[in-house]
């Protein structure tokens, strides 16, 4: 699987201050609007691209899991029941669904990833159609198909400021963006320092790994607990937000969706490529459901990943333009060459 | 012990996926990749042949054949288009997997633009049923296993008796040194894709007149052909062939007995099988 190698840092060509600015924008963006819609659009794009880090360090590993709404399902059932059924608050039943979709996660990962590559794979299918089959059938406790009707989270108090989450949409955009912050910190910091060098090396050549001493089931079980734990963590507010949880929200469209964010948003950075794709992809299924004509919403989505895939250069996606596009806009800095991109072109 | 009806459904269950499973293993022989787009070709495979019998008032048997040909068409045209430049050097498998991913999408909506969503039958095709004593068989289920058997009568003659298929041997085993012998690799390509396509097309319209059609009834076929390929072992035509008849039957046995989750107990013995013995019943072990 060739994976390691299409990794160009554009991140000395766009100035610092440019994404600074950009973080920044979002960051005051409910000052221009607090319409419901534009805010849930980008609530819900931001939690995807939580699960679509996690995926894209499982990535890293070299294992591409097809399982990851599941954990979405089971961190979203965790703390629906939990506050439903067992009249807990929110805030605890959402820290003990990201600690349970871990945990399953650890548990899992032990048993499926001893089968590695395309094995892998089609496993994490089948443990997500039984997470989905489960969630069908046993009604006593996650209420089948009707789903259950989640409510609000309770208030929270900073010093003398009321955050209310029943009252309006931007609570939840700032929690949202404070999710996204942690957990984007949290896989880029593990991107950077030595252990994802280490997952790198896991994928590139797991022989010689081995050979070197790297424990590799030690780094691809680190890497898919953690992306578990985050994914529970963004199923649980996901299901809070939209207030209900059923078996047909999280199924296994829902994992290819976020495999196709990933290649499209770009496997160049674990930050950027996550959110760009998440953003673009969602947003772009999200207008194309206003059109009137049924199913065209999904000829149109199938027909633009499929067109993006084709006219993006070899492996890179949408982050790794970024670059390019700033350095045609802007002139070239003199002397720059792209690490990596003498050997690119021999092929 | 289920009764004999419920193995009847069994093997024709066992039937489609077997010929899926074996389309799928044919291309990932050649192209080295999973064709995620097989359950949709194969829903394309039951509209194609529910248009021809309904609309037009073809035979269902040529019209089995019209579908081959069209479906077949359509893969080889997605080989062309989309598969052959995603699997050049550069590219990794993710991109190829997202594409044919995708053009699930893009078929599915297609399907539904085109055809509507409503379940299609075709229950007036073959009525009638056979009498065997203590219960009966649907002439219906009985075209299903005949026309499979066919099928695969038909690809083992042209995979073994014809030059098409001994090139198409050689570059499974040997691309490289198939190529030097003059066979050009890359309408081997073009053409295994349009057999697999054709398979699941053929298999689609067969169903078609036991089941009904509709826009999404390819998503479980290929969920369960996919682990009837990784039960028999990738790249493995009779562990494709076993394992979809294994898939198949079990299927509806253990849903005899537990309903619902016989899906899980199924996923679970999967599951089970890939970590005692991870190359499947029939693939050759990890070098």
């Given at each position: 699987?060739?994976?390691?190698?299409?990794?160009?840092?554009?991140?000395?060509?766009?100035?610092k201050?440019?994404?600074?600015?950009?973080?920044?924008?979002?960051?005051?963006?409910?000052?221009?609007?607090?319409?419901?819609?534009t805010?849930?659009?980008?609530?819900?794009?931001?939690?995807?691209?939580i699960?679509?880090?996690?995926?894209?360090?499982?990535?890293?590993?070299?294992?591409?899991?097809?399982?990851?709404?599941?954990?979405?399902?089971?961190?979203?059932?965790?703390?629906?029941?939990?506050?439903?059924?067992?009249?807990?608050?929110?805030w605890?039943?959402?820290?003990?669904?990201?600690?349970?979709?871990g945990?399953?996660?650890f548990?899992?990962?032990?048993?499926?990833?001893?089968?590695?590559?395309?094995?892998f794979?089609?496993?994490?299918?089948a443990?997500?159609?039984?997470?989905?089959?489960v969630?069908?059938?046993w009604?006593?406790v996650?209420?089948?198909?009707?789903?259950?009707?989640?409510?609000?989270?309770?208030?929270l108090?900073?010093?003398?400021?009321?955050?209310?989450?029943?009252?309006?949409?931007?609570p939840y955009?700032?929690?949202?963006?404070l999710?996204?912050?942690?957990?984007?910190?949290?896989y880029w910091?593990i991107?950077?320092?030595?252990?994802?060098?280490?997952?790198?090396?896991?994928a590139?050549?797991?022989?010689?790994?081995?050979?070197?001493?790297?424990?590799?089931?030690?780094?691809?079980?680190?890497?898919?607990?953690?992306a578990?734990?985050f994914?529970?963590?963004?199923?649980?507010?996901?299901?809070?937000f939209?207030?209900?949880m059923?078996?047909?929200?999280?199924?296994l469209?829902?994992?290819?969706?976020?495999?196709?964010?990933?290649?499209?948003?770009?496997?160049?950075?674990?930050?950027?490529?996550?959110?760009?794709?998440a953003?673009?992809?969602?947003?772009l299924?999200?207008?194309?459901?206003?059109?009137p004509?049924?199913?065209?919403?999904?000829?149109?989505?199938?027909g633009?990943?499929?067109?993006?895939l084709?006219?993006?250069?070899?492996?890179?996606?949408?982050?790794?333009?970024?670059?390019?596009?700033?350095?045609?806009?802007?002139?070239?800095?003199?002397d720059?060459?792209?690490?990596?991109?003498?050997?690119?072109?021999?092929? | 012990?289920?009764?004999?009806?419920?193995?009847?459904?069994?093997?024709?269950q066992?039937?489609?996926?077997?010929?899926?499973?074996?389309?799928?293993v044919?291309?990932?022989s050649?192209?080295?990749?999973?064709?995620?787009?097989?359950?949709?070709?194969?829903?394309?495979?039951?509209?194609v042949?529910?248009?021809?019998?309904?609309?037009?008032?073809?035979?269902?048997?040529?019209?089995?054949?019209?579908?081959?040909?069209v479906?077949?068409?359509l893969?080889m045209?997605?080989?062309k288009?989309?598969?052959?430049?995603?699997?050049?050097?550069?590219?990794?498998?993710?991109?190829?997997?997202?594409?044919?991913?995708?053009?699930?999408?893009?078929?599915?909506?297609?399907?539904?633009?085109?055809f509507?969503?409503?379940?299609?039958?075709?229950?007036?095709?073959?009525?009638?049923?056979?009498?065997?004593?203590s219960?009966?068989?649907?002439?219906?289920?009985?075209?299903?296993?005949?026309?499979?058997?066919?099928?695969?009568?038909?690809?083992?003659?042209?995979?073994?008796?014809?030059?098409?298929?001994?090139?198409?041997?050689?570059?499974?085993q040997?691309?490289?040194?198939?190529?030097?012998y003059?066979?050009?690799?890359?309408?081997?390509?073009?053409?295994i894709?349009?057999?697999?396509?054709?398979?699941?097309?053929?298999?689609?319209?067969?169903i078609g007149?036991?089941?009904?059609v509709?826009?999404?009834?390819?998503?479980?076929?290929?969920i369960?052909?996919?682990?009837?390929?990784?039960?028999?072992?990738?790249?493995?035509?009779?562990?494709?062939?076993?394992?979809?008849?294994?898939?198949?039957?079990?299927?509806?046995v253990?849903?005899?007995?537990?309903?619902?989750y016989?899906?899980?107990?199924?996923?679970?013995?999967?599951?089970?099988?890939?970590?005692?013995?991870?190359?499947?019943?029939?693939g050759?072990?990890?070098?």
């Amino acid at each position: 699987m060739i994976i390691g190698r299409y990794y160009i840092d554009h991140k000395s060509v766009v100035p610092k201050i440019v994404i600074g600015a950009l973080i920044a924008l979002v960051a005051i963006f409910p000052l221009f609007t607090t319409n419901m819609v534009t805010l849930s659009i980008i609530i819900l794009s931001g939690i995807w691209a939580i699960a679509v880090m996690g995926f894209l360090l499982i990535l890293r590993t070299g294992q591409f899991s097809l399982g990851q709404a599941a954990f979405m399902a089971i961190g979203g059932y965790v703390s629906a029941i939990l506050t439903v059924k067992m009249g807990m608050s929110y805030w605890p039943s959402f820290v003990a669904a990201g600690i349970i979709s871990g945990v399953i996660a650890f548990i899992i990962g032990i048993v499926v990833l001893r089968a590695g590559g395309i094995y892998f794979s089609i496993i994490t299918i089948a443990f997500g159609e039984i997470v989905r089959i489960v969630a069908m059938n046993w009604e006593s406790v996650t209420q089948g198909a009707s789903g259950i009707l989640t409510h609000a989270p309770e208030s929270l108090t900073v010093g003398n400021l009321e955050i209310n989450f029943a009252a309006s949409v931007v609570p939840y955009y700032y929690f949202m963006l404070l999710l996204v912050t942690v957990s984007a910190l949290f896989y880029w910091q593990i991107d950077r320092t030595r252990i994802g060098g280490t997952f790198r090396s896991v994928a590139a050549n797991p022989v010689l790994a081995e050979h070197l001493g790297i424990n590799l089931m030690k780094h691809r079980l680190i890497a898919f607990t953690v992306a578990g734990l985050f994914t529970g963590l963004a199923g649980a507010y996901y299901v809070t937000f939209l207030s209900v949880m059923n078996p047909l929200i999280f199924d296994l469209w829902k994992s290819v969706q976020i495999m196709m964010m990933t290649i499209v948003g770009g496997m160049g950075s674990i930050v950027g490529g996550p959110i760009i794709g998440a953003t673009l992809l969602y947003t772009l299924g999200i207008y194309l459901s206003r059109v009137p004509i049924p199913n065209i919403q999904y000829l149109v989505f199938g027909g633009v990943v499929v067109l993006l895939l084709l006219v993006l250069p070899k492996g890179t996606g949408l982050v790794d333009q970024w670059g390019k596009l700033w350095r045609r806009v802007f002139g070239e800095p003199e002397d720059f060459q792209m690490p990596g991109e003498e050997g690119m072109d021999e092929e | 012990m289920p009764p004999a009806g419920i193995w009847i459904d069994g093997l024709v269950q066992s039937c489609i996926y077997m010929t899926m499973a074996f389309g799928m293993v044919l291309v990932f022989s050649i192209l080295g990749i999973l064709n995620w787009t097989h359950g949709q070709f194969y829903m394309l495979g039951g509209f194609v042949v529910y248009y021809a019998v309904t609309a037009a008032g073809i035979p269902f048997p040529l019209s089995l054949l019209i579908s081959g040909a069209v479906v077949g068409g359509l893969g080889m045209l997605v080989e062309k288009v989309v598969i052959e430049r995603l699997t050049s050097p550069g590219y990794g498998i993710l991109s190829v997997t997202a594409a044919t991913n995708a053009l699930i999408f893009f078929f599915e909506g297609a399907a539904g633009m085109g055809f509507g969503l409503m379940n299609k039958g075709m229950a007036t095709v073959l009525p009638g049923v056979l009498d065997m004593g203590s219960f009966g068989v649907s002439y219906q289920k009985i075209a299903v296993i005949v026309f499979t058997l066919i099928i695969m009568v038909a690809m083992y003659i042209v995979l073994n008796l014809t030059k098409v298929g001994k090139a198409i041997r050689a570059t499974s085993q040997e691309p490289d040194a198939a190529s030097l012998y003059g066979v050009s690799v890359k309408w081997v390509r073009v053409i295994i894709m349009g057999i697999g396509c054709a398979l699941a097309a053929m298999a689609g319209g067969v169903i078609g007149i036991v089941q009904s059609v509709n826009p999404f009834m390819g998503r479980i076929p290929m969920i369960m052909s996919l682990l009837a390929v990784v039960i028999g072992g990738l790249g493995s035509l009779t562990g494709a062939i076993v394992g979809g008849i294994m898939l198949g039957l079990l299927n509806s046995v253990i849903a005899y007995s537990i309903s619902y989750y016989s899906e899980v107990a199924l996923f679970m013995l999967v599951i089970i099988l890939l970590l005692i013995r991870p190359q499947g019943l029939f693939g050759a072990a990890p070098k």
